[in-house]
């Protein structure tokens, strides 16, 4: 059973820049996928980056190639997401989720989630 706990959301100003950072326990970390989601008031929750099991391959939705950077430390079992040039359409909760089953960062078959962090982007 793989247990997450994210942190370092928070309220920024347009433009800014946030660190997520997810804590992960149980299972080999090391060994599985590890990927972040969002989920926006009155949308559906929507992927926003994967990574590998050794962080050597990443995948990105287009909404924020380019400004967000997935990365994990596998020696901590940690996952982070730096998110950079932030907009207001950033809003959102913003969920940390594994894949124990494979060590891939195209799957998105996740199956284990984080309870959330709020991520709020001011104009």
């Known amino acids: 059973q793989v247990q997450l706990v994210e942190s370092g959301g928070g309220l920024v100003q347009a433009g800014g820049s946030l660190r997520l950072s997810c804590a992960a326990s149980g299972g080999t970390f090391s060994s599985y996928a590890m990927g972040w989601f969002r989920q926006a008031p009155g949308k559906e929750r929507e992927f926003v980056a994967a990574?590998?099991?050794?962080?050597?391959?990443?995948v990105y939705a287009g909404s924020v190639r380019g400004r967000f950077t997935i990365s994990r430390d596998n020696a901590w079992n940690m996952v982070y997401l730096q998110m950079n040039s932030l907009k207001p359409e950033d809003t959102a909760v913003y969920y940390c989720a594994a894949d124990p089953r494979t060590g891939s960062a195209y799957t998105r078959d996740f199956g284990s989630w984080g309870q959330g962090t709020q991520v709020t982007v001011s104009s």
């Open positions: 990574i590998n099991w050794s962080g050597g391959t990443t």
